[in-house]
Nanobody, 118 residues
Framework: QVQLVESGGGLVQAGGSLRLSCAAS????????MGWYRQAPGKQRELVAR???????NYADSVKGRFTISRDNAKNMVYLQMNGLKPEDTAVYYC????????????WGQGTQVTVSS
């Protein structure tokens, strides 16, 4: 099994910054993509950012230019630097990791709350 541990969430004022971290541990031999999703109350879970094993990235239009995703393959970690935070960024943020063991398996963190005050 693979476990994901997230950190870095919290309360911040509009215009502020936060850095989310996610560490993967367990039966890991080959990691595919790593990413961050978020879900606000009453809304669907959405992709925020994704990074492949080769370093290619995708971002939701709403966060382009403000958020940056990165990874440390040696530590099996993925990060999300969030700058210029807005109240509409308030949500629970979830780490996602794809692990290849013949087949691709998805693993999710428990989520960390990010609250942006106006």
């Amino acid at each position: 099994q693979v476990q994901l541990v997230e950190s870095g969430g919290g309360l911040v004022q509009a215009g502020g910054s936060l850095r989310l971290s996610c560490a993967a541990s367990g039966s890991i031999f080959s990691i595919n993509a790593m990413g961050w999703y978020r879900q606000a109350p009453g809304k669907q879970r959405e992709l925020v950012a994704r990074i492949t094993s080769g370093g290619s990235t995708n971002y939701a239009d709403s966060v382009k230019g403000r958020f940056t995703i990165s990874r440390d393959n040696a530590k099996n970690m993925v990060y999300l630097q969030m700058n210029g935070l807005k109240p509409e960024d308030t949500a629970v943020y979830y780490c996602n990791v794809g692990v290849i063991r013949g087949l691709l398996y998805d693993y999710w963190g428990q989520g960390t709350q990010v609250t942006v005050s106006s």
